[in-house]
């Protein structure tokens, strides 16, 4: 009867081949569990974006205007002046090494370390009130930058921001405009369009301000981009510090136009309105 050859050297080999499977076994439930671990990373992605001259729901879901604007006459306003934001996982939610990996790619998606978003040591409560004494202060120095700018008194006027659960500091440039715009206009004191900022456009845009105008930069730019195109904006006004974050994979029909002060955001809308004038781009 025939068998199977038997050879020395087989019998030799065997202990070493099941050492060898049974340490790829090991590493393969290693990486089964490694892709569903927690690991110290956030998500962001494109959040919401506010026409700072039009509404938005408040906590109880009804629609007011984000612009409370008492002690002056205001302006009916035809264009749009969307601030932006960018949406992360909260800070409860664990992000797995397989959400990582699908997330690492994508271009409407960013992967940063956790203590990025939400610094170590502080609560959920304690990061929300931050970012919500950010946007007062934002708020306020956007009133103070808008009514400067006008040379308005600003004992005279108040204007008060409503925007529910939307914290930080970085609407300040396009809360500035939105006050600005419905008080003034572009100043030709013409009725609509032709009396907006915007010429009746959607016009997009970050940065935070100070009561003097200055414009800075806030961070997560690449995704706003596509916040702002997903919503209609034609022009994305972004501070000039980040235009090349700006450039990663602009939206396509996105222009994107750098500014450093109020008064250079103010003369590049009004070069697109007239089509005279210097637009500077990223």
């Not at 393969?28 to 962001?44: D, Q, S």
């Not at 749009?80 to 960018?86: C, F, G, K, S, W």
């Not at 706003?224 to 235009?243: I, M, Q, W, Y």
């Amino acid at each position: 009867m025939r068998g199977v050859p038997f050879s020395p050297a087989a019998l030799s080999r065997s202990p070493r081949a099941l050492v060898l499977t049974l340490c790829a076994a090991l590493v393969v439930a290693l990486l089964a569990v490694a892709v569903f671990v927690g690991l110290p990373f956030t998500i962001m992605y494109p959040g919401i974006t506010a026409n700072t001259l039009g509404t938005y729901p408040d906590q109880n879901g009804k629609q007011v205007p984000v612009l409370d604007i008492t002690g002056h006459p205001v302006r009916q306003t035809s264009g749009e002046l969307r601030m932006t934001t960018i949406a992360a996982t909260p800070p409860q939610e664990t992000v797995t090494l397989w959400a990582a990996l699908k997330a690492w790619p994508d271009p409407k998606e960013a992967v940063v370390p956790h203590d990025a978003v939400y610094p170590s040591g502080q609560s959920v409560a304690q990061v929300n009130a931050s970012n919500q004494q950010a946007m007062t202060d934002s708020q306020q120095a956007a009133s103070s930058a808008a009514l400067g700018y006008l040379h308005l008194n600003p004992a005279t006027i108040k204007v008060t921001v409503n925007l529910a659960d939307v914290g930080g500091p970085s609407a300040g440039l396009m809360f500035t405009l939105g006050i600005i715009d419905e008080l003034n206009g572009n100043g030709s004191g013409k009725a609509g369009a032709a009396g907006d900022l915007t010429n009746g456009a959607t016009v997009a845009g970050t940065g935070e301000i100070d009561a003097s105008g200055k414009v800075s930069q806030v961070g997560g730019v690449a995704l706003k981009t596509k916040a702002a195109a997903r919503d209609g904006a034609t022009v994305f006004l972004v501070p000039s510090a980040e235009c090349s974050d700006a450039r990663a994979d602009t939206p396509a029909g996105l222009r994107l136009v750098p500014v450093d002060t109020l008064d250079q955001a103010v003369k590049a809308l009004e070069a697109l309105q007239t089509g005279t004038g210097t637009v500077p781009a990223c």
